[in-house]
């Protein structure tokens, strides 16, 4: 019993101790996993090399060393066939038999076969049953590790903060335009409803107009001279729409003109113009969609770029351009010959006399009380 209360504890002892290193072990499979994550690729691969050139070399040791044990059995057979082919040939020289049968016997002896000679091809791989080593062998380098990681987030970090960026602008933009074009598309729409009410109007003028038989129209009301200007405030509002769709019909004209189009063929209608300006821009915008987004980038600020140079040199002409006009104009003041005066000149006005009243009134206060002080004191 104390036998066995001694095994029992010496197997718990055993079993604690395996706990823990059960646990170490765990530890250091996480740990190492880790740092295996770590390790250059590189590293892997050149291990990986390694471990099969000893395993090559390994089995051409092998297949040498059974080269060469299979030579040395063909020549130990080799031997025994030899001796063999001696006793045989002094056996039947002792049995009475002629040296010329003896040697003719003897020579039809057929060798014993051979091994099968070892190939390389039949030998397999196999490995040392080592792990590999690992990569990080002093602290430093995995601190350099850690170095290159942070300075690859902050690379990411800046790229992905700058990619958002152009994102909110592309969406600002893109927020601008859209509420840009709303209102175009508002007052063309508008336009196009007063344009319509005209054109109404007008076609039931000319329904009139093709019908003489037709029944005389009522009388006009009494307000007829409202109705007459009603009709000149409407023919003015029908010219200010001509103009206002002549100048975006010449403007939309210049866009399409700038975007490549042809216009040999004649001027186009404007909805035709915009129709196609907005197939070109959704075309360009699914292959931007396409393209890669730092070339996007890089293309957007130099467009950028460009057209705040643009803008500079052309705010710069413009103050050039007014400061020579003003040179012009003050070269033109001082060239110009002096006015001449006609008339009676001009007369300056005469001095305020304020100040000699209150100096009159101060000697006159004065006197009035030197003399009241003769009243009060006799000596005086």
């Known amino acids: 019993m104390s036998e066995i209360k001694r095994l029992n504890q010496a197997i718990q002892s055993v079993q604690s101790d395996i706990s823990k290193h059960r646990e170490s072990l765990e530890d250091c499979l996480r740990f190492k996993g880790f740092l295996d994550s770590l390790t250059p690729k590189d590293f892997f691969d050149q291990c990986v090399l390694e471990k099969r050139q000893r395993q090559a070399n390994r089995k051409a040791d092998r297949v040498a060393t059974k080269q060469s044990a ?40 057929r060798p014993p076969r051979a091994p099968d000679r070892p190939r ?10 080592e792990e590999m080593p690992m990569y990080f062998v002093r602290p430093k380098q995995l601190v350099d ?61 000319s329904a009139a107009l093709a019908n003489p038989s037709a029944a005389a129209p009522p009388p006009p009301p009494p307000a007829a001279k409202g109705k007459d200007s009603a009709a000149g405030s409407a023919v003015s509002v029908l010219e ?48 931007m969609g396409g393209m890669p987004p ?51 000149p001009v007369m300056f006005r005469s001095k305020p006399l304020g100040r000699r009243i209150r100096e009159e009134e101060k000697e006159e206060d004065l006197s009035e009380a030197q003399d009241d002080l003769k009243f009060f004191a006799p000596d005086l």
């Open 294 to 344: 730092e070339y996007v980038v890089k293309a957007e600020k130099a467009k950028d770029k460009q057209r705040r140079d643009r803008k500079r040199a052309e705010v710069q002409l413009e103050q050039e351009r007014l400061q020579e006009e003003r040179n012009r104009k003050s070269n033109e003041r001082s060239m110009m010959a002096p006015p001449k005066r006609t008339g009676r």
């Open 145 to 205: 590790v850690f170095t290159q990681l942070e300075e690859q987030n902050l690379f990411l970090i800046q790229n992905s903060q700058e990619t958002e960026q152009a994102l909110e602008e592309l969406r600002s933009d893109l927020a601008s335009t859209r509420v840009t074009m709303s209102a175009k598309t508002s007052a063309l729409e508008g336009t196009i409803g007063g344009l319509r009410a005209l054109i109404d109007a007008e076609e039931a003028k």
């Open 120 to 129: 390389e091809e039949d030998e397999p791989l196999t490995s040392s049953g």
């Open 70 to 109: 299979w030579e040395a059995l063909v020549a130990q057979r080799a031997d025994e066939f030899e001796a063999r082919k001696a006793a045989e040939h002094d056996a039947m020289l002792a049995r009475g038999v002629s040296k010329k049968k003896a040697a003719a016997t003897v020579a039809a002896m």
């Open 240 to 287: 200010r729409q001509d103009g206002v769709l002549r100048s975006l019909h010449g403007k939309v004209l210049d866009v399409y003109k700038r975007c490549g189009f042809d216009v040999s063929g004649g001027s186009p209608a404007t909805l035709f113009m915009l129709s196609e300006l907005e197939r070109r821009l959704e075309e360009l915008l699914a292959e």
